[in-house]
C-alpha cells in the first residue's frame, strides 16, 4: 500500500526552537511539494523539489525556513526560530512521474506556542 | 497570476441527490486539473486526474468535467451519500511547471 508519510504528525514547541518535519514520498515519485494549510490562508505551496532539485521556494519565508530533499527517499522542511505564526498543518505530497498527480500525506500539525 | 474559484464555499444536501460543485480558473494554460477530497483533520485524498486534452474522467459516483477555454471545472457526485461528506479542493497544474494552484473548497454536508 503505497502512501506517503510524514513525521511527526503532532508537534507543540515554544516559540524560538527548532523544528523539523519529515515526509517520505511514494517510492518512483520524483516531485515532492511541502504545503501549508490555514483556516485564512487555505493550501500554500511553501516549496517543491523535482528529482531532489528545489525548483521552487518562493512561498517559503527565506529568513527562517529551509527545505531539503537528502535523497530520494526523504524530503525535510525546518523552522528555526519558530514562531506562533508558524502554527498551521504542513502537508507533503509526492507527484508521479508521469501525470504528477498529486498523493499527500497524513500532515504535520504543529503548535507553537 | 494564476486563480482558482470554488463556488459555493459551502452546501448543505438531502442524501439521494445529485449534486455538481464547480472550480473555475482565470488562465486557460493549465496541464492539468486535480480534484480532492479532504476530511476533518485528514490529509487531501485525490479523486480524479483530468488531462488538459481530456474532456472528462468518471471513477464509480464521481464524474469531472473540464472546458479549458472557459475555464471551468465541474464534479458531479451521483446518489449523494452521508459517507461524501467532506470539504472538496480542486487544483489546476500551470503549463511550463509543475506547480499546482489550489482553490479554497467547497464544504458539502450530505444529510441522512
Known amino acids: 500500500d503505497a502512501r506517503v508519510t510524514q513525521t511527526p504528525r503532532h508537534k507543540v514547541t515554544e516559540m524560538g526552537q527548532e523544528v523539523t518535519m519529515r515526509c517520505q514520498p511514494i517510492l518512483g515519485h520524483n516531485t515532492v511539494f511541502w504545503y501549508r494549510q490555514t483556516m485564512m490562508q487555505g493550501l500554500e505551496l511553501l516549496a517543491y523539489?523535482?528529482?531532489?532539485?528545489?525548483?521552487?521556494d518562493s512561498g517559503m519565508p527565506k529568513d527562517r525556513f529551509s527545505a531539503e530533499m537528502p535523497d530520494a527517499t526523504l524530503a525535510t522542511l525546518k523552522i528555526q526560530p519558530s514562531e506562533p505564526r508558524d502554527s498551521a498543518v504542513y502537508f507533503c505530497?509526492?507527484?508521479?512521474?508521469?501525470?504528477?498527480?498529486?498523493?499527500f500525506g497524513p500532515g504535520t500539525r504543529l503548535t507553537v506556542l | 497570476k494564476q486563480e482558482v474559484t470554488q463556488i459555493p464555499a459551502a452546501l448543505s444536501v438531502p442524501e439521494g441527490e445529485n449534486l455538481v460543485l464547480n472550480c473555475s480558473f482565470t488562465d486557460s494554460a493549465i496541464y492539468n486539473l486535480q480534484w480532492f477530497r479532504q476530511d476533518p483533520g485528514k490529509g487531501l485524498t485525490s479523486l480524479l486526474l483530468?488531462?488538459?486534452?481530456?474532456r472528462e474522467q468518471t471513477s464509480g459516483r464521481l464524474n469531472a468535467s473540464l472546458d479549458k477555454s472557459s475555464g471551468r471545472s465541474t464534479l458531479y457526485i451521483a446518489a449523494s451519500q452521508p459517507g461524501d461528506s467532506a470539504t472538496y479542493l480542486c487544483a489546476v497544474r500551470e503549463s511550463g511547471t509543475y506547480k499546482y494552484i489550489f482553490g479554497t473548497g467547497t464544504r458539502l454536508k450530505v444529510l441522512a
Open positions: 523539489f523535482r528529482n531532489r532539485a528545489p525548483l521552487d
Open positions: 505530497a509526492s507527484g508521479d512521474p508521469i501525470n504528477n498527480e498529486q498523493f
Open positions: 483530468i488531462q488538459s486534452s481530456q
